[in-house]
């Protein structure tokens, strides 16, 4: 804790400011996930929100370390490239899995999405 007192003031604002953005972004994508009807769209919001959320917390994390000079910011790089990497790949798969079952059901994936803007 006492090395955050020596947190000189512009960094404590520039990385409050990237932590409240990368929250929001990521409160966002959890909405979608909440609002939007189907499978198809739901998939979609959480992976933005979390992957630009993530990048704005990491590089809060960034600017408050290089601020107070204690350690080398690697650990957040190579985070936000796993993430990153990985975050798209699972959307794919979650995607795919899906597809797959609603074919095997006979099921039309865009049916219901038809179905609701007629009603609409």
């Known amino acids: 804790m006492n090395n955050l ?4 003031a ?3 604002l520039i990385t409050a400011f990237l932590v ?3 929250a929001g972004l990521a ?9 939007f009807a189907s499978f198809y769209e739901r998939v ?3 992976t933005l929100g979390a992957t630009l959320g993530m990048l704005s917390i990491l590089a809060a994390s960034i600017v408050c370390f290089s601020a107070l000079q204690t350690r080398p910011v690697v650990h957040e790089i190579l985070i936000g490239v796993f993430v990153t990497v990985t ?3 699972t959307l794919m798969l979650l995607v795919q899995a899906t597809l797959y079952r609603d074919r095997l059901e006979e099921k039309d994936p865009l049916e219901k999405r038809a179905a ?3 009603a609409a």
């Open 5 to 8: 007192a020596a947190l000189p």
């Open 10 to 12: 512009w960094a404590a």
């Open 20 to 22: 409240l953005l990368g």
């Open 27 to 35: 409160l966002i994508g959890n909405i979608g996930l909440i609002r």
């Open 44 to 46: 979609h919001a959480p």
């Open 87 to 89: 975050t798209p790949v």
């Open 116 to 118: 609701g803007d007629t």
